[in-house]
């Protein structure tokens, strides 16, 4: 399982700093082929949203026939639907998960959840990848996000 949120800054959520939270992100940050996504991100040799897309697609490769969960998914990925049905398109299964039903879902999804993440009933282990892009920091509890991420 693969947990990966894109969030708009690092001052979004300094409370953050928990030994659970640390613990997770200890479990996949240090995969030496990721950290060439920081360096392009920093030297702008990539939009945000692209940049993320290759990210997902890089955590999708380590699964045959993943199952990837994009938790906000009502406006795609940096605002790009395009963004993820190029993700969808390496996916055995793709859902997603967006509270707002007034919200059209791109096309690409296999099931939309009409709730939060965690409100949704996703069945335990049945995700192999899930991402969010610029979520985190409107979650009022951000650790318990993470948790049921790791549970899905």
Partial sequence: MVVLSFRQSTNVLPNLKTSMSDNIYNEWAP??????????????????????????QDAMALFDKPTVLDIGCGHGIAGSVSLQSEIASGANQMWGCEP?????????????????????????NSVHVAYSFFVIEHIPDPAGFLTKSMSV
């Fill in 31 to 56: 995969l030496p082929q990721w950290s060439i996504y920081e360096n392009d991100y920093h030297s702008k040799k990539e939009g945000g949203g692209s940049l993320f897309k290759n990210m997902i």
């Fill in 100 to 124: 707002d039903t007034s919200v059209q879902c791109g096309d690409c999804f296999h099931q939309v959840f009409p709730n939060t993440l965690e409100e949704s009933i996703i069945p335990q």
